[in-house]
């Protein structure tokens, strides 16, 4: 009895894979990826909450806070900038968030390129 050795490099690459577990996956692998992406952004906003002893849920309030800034579409650009205003206000009037979000920033270095907004914006 013999088996075929095929690497596992080649496999990740054929779309003509029959396995419908994988089909599924290349199907919605840019929803996957989105989500782990989001799982990470939280988990490294939990971990600095911890590092820097703030409160209890600091992280999550600003992944919300960010997440509702960053889905209003660039195009709708009052509606645009009065959600970014809101989510620097809320950065203003709360310490602990404040302080999250520069730790953030001084930990997770993003090239310049990529803070640019369509309409010139820098993002955090």
């Known amino acids: ?3 075929q050795y095929q690497p596992v490099n080649e496999s990740t690459g054929n779309t003509n894979n ?3 577990a994988y089909q599924w996956f290349l199907e919605n692998r840019d929803e996957i990826m989105a989500l ?3 799982i990470d952004f939280l988990a490294r906003l939990q971990q600095l909450e911890s590092e820097n002893n703030l409160a209890s849920g600091t992280a999550e309030r600003l992944k919300m806070l960010h997440d509702d800034a960053s889905s209003v579409p660039e195009d709708e650009e009052e509606r645009y900038a009065i959600s970014w205003d809101a989510y620097q206000q809320a950065l203003s009037e709360d310490v ?3 302080t999250l979000a520069r730790a953030y920033g001084e930990r997770v270095h993003m090239p310049l390129f990529e803070r640019i907004t369509a309409t010139g914006v820098i993002a955090f």
Request: charged content about 35%; aromatic content about 0%.
């Open 36 to 38: 782990s992406d989001e």
């Open 1 to 3: 009895m013999s088996t």
């Open 18 to 20: 029959p396995d419908p």
């Open 96 to 98: 602990d968030l404040n």
